[in-house]
C-alpha cells in the first residue's frame, strides 16, 4: 500500500495568517491527491482533488499544489471556519489510503 | 440534493456480524462507485472497500485489515448501498461512513452522517 504521511500533525495558527500543510507519499502517485477538511463529529469535506482542483463551492482561499510524490494545500488567510482538521488522500492504487491528517488550532 | 444516509450501527459482541445500509437520493445512484470509509474514535481516515457501478460489473475491492471479513453489496433499484460485516474485531469499531466517488476515480465528493459501529464484550 501507498503510505501518505502528512505534516505537521498539529498546526497552531491566527487568522489571517498563510498556513501550508504537506502532503508526502511513499511512491509516486502523479496528481491523484485529494485533500478533505474535518470538523469535530461531522463527516470530510472534499475541497482539491487531482492534487490543484478546486472543488465547487470550495473557498478560493484554499489551493492544492504538487505532482508525484510531494503535495500542499495552502489556505491564503486563514478564516475562523477554518479551524478543522485536514487530511489529504491518495487515489493513485488500490488500497486508497488517507494521511494522518493535520488539526489546525487556533494560536 | 445529495443525500446518503447510513444506519445499522450498534453494539455488537466481538466475532458477531452486523450490516449496515446507506440510503442514497438526489443524484442517478446507479451511475456512481460507491465506497465505505470508517474512522476510529479519535483517530484518521481508513478506507474500507468500493463497489462499482453495473456498467463496470459492480466488481468490488476492499482494504487489506476487512478482506475476506466484510462484503459491499448495492441494490440499484432501492438506491442502497450496504456493508456486511462479519466475524468482527474490536479494531472494527468505528465510525462508518458511505461515501460517493463523483467518477471512476478514488476521491469522494459527497459522504453521509455515519453510523457507529462498537465492537466489545
Known amino acids: 500500500d501507498i503510505q501518505m504521511t502528512q505534516s505537521p500533525s498539529i498546526l497552531s495558527a491566527s487568522v489571517g495568517d498563510r498556513v501550508t500543510i504537506t502532503c508526502r507519499a511513499s511512491q509516486s502517485i502523479s496528481s491523484w491527491l485529494a485533500w478533505y477538511q474535518q470538523k469535530p463529529g461531522k463527516a470530510p469535506n472534499l475541497l482539491i482533488y487531482k492534487a490543484s482542483s478546486l472543488e465547487s463551492g470550495v473557498p478560493s482561499r484554499f489551493s492544492g499544489s504538487g505532482s508525484g510524490t510531494e503535495f500542499t494545500l495552502t489556505i491564503s488567510s486563514l478564516q475562523p471556519d477554518d479551524f478543522a482538521t485536514y487530511y489529504c488522500?491518495?487515489?493513485?492504487?488500490?488500497?486508497?489510503?488517507f494521511g494522518g491528517g493535520t488539526k489546525v488550532e487556533i494560536k | 440534493e445529495v443525500q446518503l444516509v447510513e444506519s445499522g450501527g450498534g453494539l455488537v459482541q466481538p466475532g458477531g456480524s452486523l450490516r449496515l445500509s446507506c440510503a442514497a437520493s438526489?443524484?442517478?445512484?446507479?451511475?456512481?462507485?460507491m465506497d465505505w470509509v470508517r474512522q476510529a474514535p479519535g483517530k484518521g481516515l481508513e478506507w474500507v472497500g468500493r463497489i462499482r457501478n453495473k456498467a463496470n460489473s459492480y466488481t468490488t475491492e476492499y482494504a487489506a485489515s476487512v478482506k475476506g471479513r466484510f462484503t459491499i453489496s448495492r441494490d440499484d433499484s432501492k438506491n442502497s448501498l450496504f456493508l456486511q460485516m462479519n466475524s468482527l474485531k474490536t479494531e472494527d469499531t468505528a465510525v462508518y461512513y458511505c461515501?460517493?466517488?463523483?467518477?471512476?476515480?478514488?476521491?469522494?465528493?459527497?459522504w453521509g452522517q455515519g453510523t457507529l459501529v462498537t465492537v466489545s464484550s
Open positions: 438526489g443524484f442517478t445512484f446507479n451511475d456512481h462507485y
Open positions: 488522500q491518495q487515489y493513485n492504487s488500490y488500497s486508497l489510503t
Open positions: 461515501a460517493r466517488s463523483p467518477t471512476a476515480h478514488g476521491y469522494f465528493d459527497y
